[in-house]
C-alpha cells in the first residue's frame, strides 16, 4: 500500500511540475509574447523583456568625421557635431546637422544595427540635393554611406563616422 501512496505522490508531482506556466511571472513589454518563458520581441524591440528599442541604441551627441567625393573628381572633408534623437517608433531616428547642413533627416531601422536613408531633401551650401544611403552601429560609432545627388545625377559620394 505505502509503494501504491507513493508512486501516485511521485506521478502527481511530475504531473504538477510539467504544468508549471513559465510565463507566469514574465512581463514582456511593447508588445511582445512569452512562449516558454522567454520573450519574443516585435520588430524595433529587443532585451531580455522587450524594453529596449533599435533607435535607443543610436541616439547621442556625436563628433563627425565626413569624407567626399565629388563627381567628376576632387575629394573633400568636414569634421561637425551633430545629434541622433529618437521618437516613438522604435525604428525611425532623426539625425540633427546632416552632412554639415544644419538640416535635419531621418532615417529607418532596418535591423538593430542597421539603417536605411531613403530620399531625403537637402539644401548644403545653397545647393538642394536628394540623400540616399545606407548606415551601421557598432559600439558607439555610427557610420554612414551615402550619396548626394541633384537632378538625378549623383554630385557627392559621402561616408560620415559618427563617435560619440
Known amino acids: 500500500m505505502k509503494k501504491i501512496i507513493f508512486g501516485l505522490l511521485a506521478v502527481t508531482a511530475v504531473a504538477f511540475t510539467s504544468c508549471k506556466d513559465e510565463c507566469k511571472?514574465?512581463?514582456?513589454?511593447?508588445?511582445?509574447?512569452?512562449?516558454?518563458?522567454?520573450?519574443?520581441?516585435?520588430?524595433?524591440?529587443?532585451?531580455?523583456?522587450?524594453?529596449?528599442?533599435?533607435?535607443?541604441?543610436?541616439?547621442?551627441?556625436?563628433?563627425?568625421?565626413?569624407?567626399?567625393t565629388i563627381a567628376g573628381g576632387g575629394n573633400g572633408t568636414d569634421n561637425f557635431s551633430s545629434v541622433i534623437s529618437t521618437?516613438?517608433?522604435?525604428?525611425?531616428?532623426?539625425?540633427?546637422?546632416?552632412?554639415?547642413?544644419?538640416?535635419?533627416?531621418?532615417?529607418?531601422?532596418?535591423?538593430?544595427?542597421?539603417?536605411?536613408?531613403?530620399?531625403?531633401?537637402?539644401?548644403?551650401?545653397?545647393?538642394?540635393?536628394v540623400a540616399n544611403g545606407t548606415g551601421s552601429i557598432a559600439g558607439t560609432t555610427v557610420t554612414l554611406n551615402y550619396t548626394l545627388a541633384t537632378g538625378g545625377v549623383v554630385a557627392l559620394t559621402v561616408t560620415d563616422i559618427y563617435t560619440k
Open 87 to 129: 521618437g516613438s517608433d522604435p525604428k525611425k531616428i532623426t539625425i540633427s546637422n546632416f552632412s554639415l547642413s544644419g538640416q535635419n533627416i531621418t532615417a529607418d531601422l532596418e535591423t538593430a544595427t542597421s539603417l536605411k536613408i531613403n530620399n531625403q531633401t537637402v539644401t548644403v551650401s545653397g545647393t538642394q540635393f
Open 25 to 68: 511571472d514574465v512581463t514582456c513589454n511593447n508588445g511582445g509574447t512569452c512562449t516558454e518563458g522567454i520573450c519574443d520581441c516585435p520588430s524595433g524591440y529587443e532585451g531580455t523583456n522587450c524594453e529596449t528599442s533599435w533607435a535607443s541604441a543610436f541616439a547621442g551627441n556625436y563628433n563627425v568625421s565626413e569624407t567626399y
